[in-house]
């Protein structure tokens, strides 16, 4: 989606930025690697990227795999219905999260990824638990399948909205007690604690330039788009590429990118262009539609509208409140990472995030995407959005259709619902400005 469009007269030609070559790069190459695991002797843990342990299996000498992602790219790329449906065809309800049956369904049809390439079974089941019950049953499906060993990570709820040390010890003496040994066992080697530091301080460095870049979006106008685009931006730091040099140098390059863009006074991407001009900035609350991704995103540019930021961004780590992996304190930084998680925060907690967003980065208006299938966004939207619209005075907007599930997005209905909203922000605009002027 990060790409440049260069127009010389009638002619033009579409040349991708560096950082997508180097995104395109390691995706190739995690594929290449998990196709030849098995044969080559490596082991392979699947895990979900919310409090992931992205730098402790990659230190174990193991290699991670992502099943919420593997359902997300299936739904872009049309796949996801037939899975959904076989997984329902065997007993899984309608209301059952629609990534956990894209996953189930992926598997009964062969464990062939998204990309075409067969996955490997797993060695070891990672269950990391931040604040979605959906996880256990998921992997508790998994293990019956694959029969295989599972361990979890129980990570504390923030109930009251503050991380105790003591919440902190528990996480820690179940990565070195329970994790670790499972680590080793699947693996048959110790974990060398040098090599986790060394992958740490390289999630580190990471951190530092994805921040800067989707803290970027507090310009007028923004150069990105921190929730379309933003989803391609944190792709590599939320799941198998954290703790690597390719991390390293895909951040880096992605920083320059939006630099020359800030120097040359450039607007977004779109798969349409540059936009040309910026007429709303948005906040927006919820994960977005895969199936139909693009013809989602439209939507929102064909309007102007630009989405500053989003808290499906922070889904893998909230690093842009301060947050950075420690190597010197590394399975203590593992416990607060964990914990950190948008999915692991209270209601009153996110509220207070997305207001800090709303009066940081001088929006508009917020929109709340209500997924069907997820009750780990889902809850509490509503309430959400009155309680921001009294704290701010900013206007919301409420619109729902699913995760990967196509049955539940209707173009129709979510532009129009969309339309009326800028139209209301528009409104607003010229009534605000009347007043200024001293028209009545």
Sequence with gaps: MAEKIAQDGANSSVQKDQSMEIQKRMLAAHAEKLWKAKEEG??????????????????????????????????????????????????????????????????????VGPTGVKLPEPDLLLLSYTGCFVFMKWFENLKQHYNCPCVMLHVPYQADGVVTDAMKQYVVDQIRDDVIPALEKVTGKKIDMDELRRRMQLSRQAEDDLVWTLQSAKRKPSPIDAYFVGVYYIGPLFSAFRGTEDAVEYY????????????????????????????????????????????????????????????????????????????????????????????????????????????????????VNSIKSCNSFSAGQLLMMRELEQRTGVPGGFIESDLVDPRYYSQANIKNRLESYFQMLAQRRAAGSAVLHGVS
């Design 42 to 111: 490596k082991k392979v843990v699947y895990t979900f990227v919310p409090g992931n342990l992205t730098e402790l299996i990659l230190a174990s000498g193991a290699l991670p795999v992502y099943p919420e992602i593997n359902a997300l790219q299936s739904g872009m790329r049309n796949l996801s219905a037939d899975y959904i449906q076989e997984a329902e065809r065997i007993g899984h309800s309608e209301d059952v999260c629609t990534y956990v049956k894209c996953d189930v369904g992926m598997m009964l049809k062969g464990n």
């Design 252 to 367: 880096r390059a992605l920083r320059a990118e939006v630099e020359d863009r800030i120097k040359s006074n450039l607007g977004p991407m779109t798969p349409e262009g540059v936009l040309a001009k910026e007429r709303y900035r948005l906040v927006v609350e919820g994960p977005p539609n895969w199936t139909s991704f693009r013809d989602f995103w439209k939507i929102f540019y064909d309007e102007g509208a630009v989405v500053v930021a989003s808290s499906y961004t922070k889904v893998g780590g909230l690093y842009d409140r301060g947050f950075r992996h420690d190597p010197e304190h590394p399975l203590e930084s593992l416990a607060e990472y964990c914990m950190g998680c948008y999915t692991n925060l209270n209601i009153p907690s996110r509220i207070d995030l997305l207001e800090h967003y709303i009066r940081e980065y001088n929006a508009d208006g917020f929109i």
